[in-house]
Every structure is written in C-alpha cells, then in structure tokens.
C-alpha cells in the first residue's frame, strides 16, 4: 500500500487498517512530524546566529565610540592636582573615622581598575559596617 493512501485512510477511518498497516502509519507520522521539528529548529538556529551576528557588530562600533570618549576623559582627569586630590581622599577618610585631617597622613595613592561587580562592592561595604 503507498504511504499516502494509508495516510489518507488514516484520515477518515482507522478501524478498517490491519494492525502492521497502522504500525506503519503511526510511524510514518512520527517520522514526518520529527523532520519538520528538526527543520524549524535549524531555522531557529540560523535566525539566532544572524541575530548573534549583527548584535556583535553594533557592540563592536559602540565600543570604539566608548573608548574614544574614554580616552578623552582621562586626559582630562590627568590635568587635575593631584594636592586636591589628596586633600579630598584626606577629608573623607577623616570624615569617615571623626578625625581630624592633621591626625591623618596620606602617603601613597595608587588608582586600581576593580573587576569586582556592584553588588560585592556593596556587600563588603555592608560587612565593613557591621564591624565598625
């Protein structure tokens, strides 16, 4: 029997087919409804990695408009005195510990690029609190 007859068959009346005739329909459907699985996932595949694809791009370009600005500010941030600068860092740690600024002597200041997320940050900071 031709597999589009007995799907046809299978249709409208399954009752009159042999057993072996709707084992093989039943895997028929299986086997059809499987392909088109796989087909809309490998679509779904191609969309996700195009998207992929132009995502990556505009990163790229706002990136390098990022890095540009970013190296503006930090010639400007050099420009800056650096005896204000310590007399800032002095005030807020006297501030911090309700200290006077002369007790208080600032010897070294080395900026550091912290990789740390916000979030543990703010759990040392809340921590530190505790403590003190």
């Known amino acids: 029997m031709d597999l589009s007859i007995l799907i046809d068959k299978m249709s409208t009346d399954i009752s ?11 895997l028929t459907a299986t086997f059809l409804a499987m392909v088109i699985v796989f087909v809309v996932l490998i679509l779904i595949m191609f969309c996700v990695s195009l998207m992929n694809r132009v995502l990556i791009e505009r990163q790229k370009s706002k990136q390098e408009v990022e890095s540009v600005s970013l190296k503006e500010e930090v010639y400007e941030e050099e420009d800056t005195n650096e005896e204000e600068l310590i007399a800032v860092i002095t005030s807020a ?40």
């Open 93 to 132: 740690i006297a501030a911090s510990l309700n200290t006077s600024t002369s007790n208080i002597v600032v010897r070294n200041i080395i900026r550091t690029n912290s990789i740390d997320p916000a979030w543990s940050k703010a759990g040392r900071v809340e921590q530190m609190k505790k403590i003190y």
């Open 16 to 26: 009159s087919l042999t057993a072996v005739e709707r084992l093989v329909g039943g």
